[in-house]
């Protein structure tokens, strides 16, 4: 028989267990409910795949023949590929480099002297400079013209004349065989 005289004495524990378990559980259910809210909005600022396809375009040089121009897209830019003949490797090497505008070498925008490799948008506002088609005007120095503004680039990619501030850029690349490159 139990003594209802004396209070009974409760050490608070069994309660305190109770509820620090609740608690937890609670908050345990709210960050999985908040990471499964959330996660389709962090996976939305990944790049598309389609996206993430066009980082790198691969090309077969093989077909070029010398003197041939080609141009391939990539990341939704034009990119001109020249297969120089050796006067305009001549040409290009021979220029008196402090004389323009943005100084450049031939040496330094080129892997193999034989391949230039350039994005094909005009650096004055974004135009695409004419001289990679058959007929097409390619100014004074034998390169491109773009004719909305003017601006003349040579067998290199460099600026001649007109209002472009820079040169033609040459994108990242890397020759994968002796015929093939991958760009990006």
């Not at 309660?15 to 996660?39: H, K, N």
């Not at 090309?59 to 034009?78: H, M, N, S, Y």
């Not at 090497?93 to 505008?101: C, I, P, W």
Request: proline share 10%; aromatic share 6%.
């Amino acid at each position: 028989m139990t003594d209802l005289s004396q209070p009974h004495v409760s050490s608070g524990h069994e309660g305190e267990t109770r509820r620090d378990f609740l608690v937890l559980t609670a908050a345990s259910v709210a960050a999985v409910g908040a990471a499964v809210t959330i996660w389709p909005f962090v996976d939305s600022l990944n790049p598309a795949k389609d996206t993430l396809a066009l980082s790198t375009t691969e090309v077969d040089l093989a077909p070029v023949q010398v003197g041939q121009r080609l141009t391939v897209a990539w990341r939704g830019k034009p990119i001109f590929i020249d297969h120089r003949p050796p006067e305009e490797i001549k040409a290009a090497q021979d220029v008196d480099v402090a004389s323009l505008r943005d100084p450049q070498p031939d040496s330094a925008r080129v892997k193999k002297p034989e391949w230039l490799i350039v994005v094909g948008v005009c650096t004055h506002l974004g135009c695409i400079p004419l001289g990679n088609k058959q007929g097409d005007p390619r100014g004074p120095f034998g390169g491109w013209f773009c004719p909305c503004h003017g601006s003349i680039y040579d067998t290199s990619g460099r600026i001649r004349q007109g209002p472009a501030p820079l040169n033609l850029v040459v994108p990242p690349y890397d020759f994968t065989s002796a015929t093939a490159i991958k760009i990006g």
